[in-house]
């Protein structure tokens, strides 16, 4: 089989090595696609892919189309609101993610954001410190675990509100489960996000969540930019001066932001949650080891796309 590495954003070589030895021990081909600059690169590609192997890559209806050959894609990471997975389940194409695999990368960023956001961005001048601070974890699943392990170790109050995760397991790690979203954004000194994409949380952070932040508050996101509410964002930096943001994913109006509020907002250059070695060892293998492992066997484990 013909397995497609597309990555606009590419994997470290190791990691990239090490997929080929995966495809290569199971009698498999890996092609690769790095750096393109046009979806139809990708589109071209794809034609004789049995299998593709993805980052934040756009898996859109036109690249299903043209991938006449396809029978799975994996999203090496764990958000897959990039793969159109209507257009995957109607040609009956398994959709998988890495769940897991990159997720220390991203928490370890998360705590990055804050030490930095409460050093003035690394600028002359007096900042605070974390310790003591309240962390609160808006989604607890395998980052936001993570996060809020760390934080404990470096001796920060952890709250987190996850409506589909028991209290008790919170608890548990240590972690005191919020009573509402709104009482945890009231209490918390950071908010980190650690939600996905969906239908149901697209735009859902804006003024009426934001502005409930005490006095110097933190929101720090590195999980999706479509998950905020812009123009309400913004909105909510004007009226409150003392609030900050941080992301990883630069807005849509970044460059307004940055101009209207400076060291009051950062956004990387290019999203770096997932940018680690490990991180990109441990996802590209699993991706790799799923995929030859769905052919051997037709284990769909992780599919999130079922019918
Ligand atoms: C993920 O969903 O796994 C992260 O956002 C990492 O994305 P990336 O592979 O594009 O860096």
């Known amino acids: 089989m013909t397995i497609l590495i597309a990555t606009e954003k590419p994997f470290a070589a190791a990691a990239v090595n090490g997929m080929k030895e995966i ?3 199971a009698g498999h081909e890996i092609r690769l696609l790095e750096k393109y600059d046009s979806p139809e690169k990708l589109i071209d590609a794809v034609a004789d892919a049995d299998a593709l192997i993805v980052r934040s890559d756009k898996v859109t209806a036109k690249v299903i ?3 006449r050959n396809l029978k799975i894609v994996v999203r090496a990471g764990a958000g897959y609101d990039n793969i159109d997975l209507e257009a995957c389940t109607a040609r009956k194409i398994v959709a998988m993610n890495t769940p897991g695999q990159n997720a220390n990368a991203v928490a370890e960023l998360a705590v990055a954001m804050m030490i930095f956001m409460s050093r003035n961005q690394f600028t002359p001048g007096t900042g605070s410190e974390i310790k003591g601070k309240k962390l609160g974890i808006q989604a607890y699943g395998n980052v936001g675990k993570l996060v809020a392990q760390k934080a404990k170790c470096l001796g920060m109050e952890v709250y987190a509100f996850d409506p589909y ?6 608890e548990a790690d240590g972690v005191k489960p919020a009573a509402s979203l709104e ?3 009231r209490t918390c000194n950071f908010i980190s996000l650690h939600i996905p994409a969906t239908p149901e949380t697209r735009k859902s952070i804006g003024y009426d969540l934001v502005t409930l932040l005490p006095a110097g508050g933190c929101l720090m996101n590195t999980a999706r930019k479509e998950v905020i509410n812009e123009a309400e964002l913004d909105k909510a930096l004007t ?3 003392d609030i900050k943001y941080i992301t990883d994913i630069a807005a849509d109006n970044q460059a307004e932001l940055n101009e209207k509020f400076g060291k009051r907002v950062f956004a990387t250059p290019k999203k770096m949650g997932a940018e680690t070695a490990e991180a990109n060892i ?26």
């Open 165 to 170: 995760v028991a209290a008790e397991k919170m």
């Open 183 to 185: 009482d945890m954004y």
């Open 239 to 241: 009226d409150r001066p």
């Open 65 to 67: 189309e043209a991938a």
């Open 23 to 25: 495809a290569r021990k």
């Open 282 to 307: 441990n996802a590209g293998l699993a991706a790799a080891s799923q995929i030859v492992d769905f052919f051997a066997t037709g284990n769909t484990k992780f599919q999130v796309n079922k019918w």
